[in-house]
Antibody
Framework: QLQLQESGPGLVKPSETLSLTCTVS??????????WAWIRQPPGKGLEWIGS???????YYKSSLKSRVTISVDTSKNQFSLKLNSVTAADTAMYFC???????????????????????WGRGILVTVSS | DIQMTQSPSSLSASIGDRVTITCRAS??????LHWYQQKAGKVPKLLIY???TLQTGVPSRFSGSGSGTEFTLTIDSLQPEDFATYYC?????????FGQGTKVEIK
């Protein structure tokens, strides 16, 4: 059974970098055909996709976060990570790691457009931005 | 970005009721619409993908329909474990975006 587990500091100071890791067990990131993604949820609010990364290095980011975010995959450790720099209180949220297939569900073509549905999720980690 | 709007934002229903939640997209998303259930303090759970396909293990009282810009999630005979917040999500284009959620509460 695939499991995802987030880890990292629960408190980050404003202007610093938020760094989280998602450890995957029950499956290999390097050989499984999925994008690995981060989604966040501010307290009491809805869900926001941050970005997705394939083990080849192909990445997609939400445009409003693109200048501050890096998602990378480490196949040797079976982990992927999120770095978000210059954080503010608006980045306070529960951060979930998750995955989605790399192909359009209806056509089967290998394109990220049409591929976004998230079937396995980590438990989430609450990150608070505060001095 | 494609905006997803759910209605209602919340509803009260009784055990055994039939519940319908609507999700509208700001532009056509074909049938790339997915539904999630999130219980309080828990992880979102994929319920239905590609408009109408139930994820493994999801009870058959859940169903989805629609295409283009308008979609519905229906729960037939609401059960105690169904009280939760439901989110729709478009998977048609980058960035994938979610509705604001519909909270289903006990009447």
């Amino acid at each position: 059974q695939l499991q995802l587990q987030e880890s990292g500091p629960g408190l980050v100071k404003p202007s610093e970098t938020l760094s989280l890791t998602c450890t995957v067990s029950g499956g290999s990131i390097g050989t499984s055909d999925y994008y690995w993604a981060w989604i966040r949820q501010p307290p009491g609010k809805g869900l926001e996709w941050i970005g997705s990364s394939y083990h080849s290095g192909t990445t997609y980011y939400k445009s409003s976060l693109k200048s501050r975010v890096t998602i990378s995959v480490d196949t040797s450790k079976n982990q992927f990570s999120l770095k978000l720099n210059s954080v503010t209180a608006a980045d306070t949220a529960m951060y979930f790691c998750t995955r989605h297939p790399p192909y359009d569900f209806w056509t089967g073509s290998y394109t990220v457009e049409g591929s976004y549905y998230f079937d396995y999720w980590g438990r989430g980690i609450l990150v608070t931005v505060s001095s | 970005d494609i905006q997803m709007t759910q209605s209602p934002s919340s509803l009260s229903a009784s055990i055994g009721d039939r519940v319908t939640i609507t999700c509208r997209a700001s532009q056509s998303i074909s049938r790339y619409l997915h539904w999630y259930q999130q219980k309080a303090g828990k992880v979102p759970k994929l319920l239905i993908y590609a408009t109408s396909t139930l994820q493994t293990g999801v009870p058959s009282r859940f169903s989805g329909s629609g295409s283009g810009t308008e979609f519905t999630l229906t729960i037939d005979s609401l059960q105690p474990e169904d009280f939760a917040t439901y989110y729709c999500q478009q998977g048609y284009s980058t960035p994938p975006t979610f509705g604001q959620g519909t909270k289903v509460e006990i009447k």
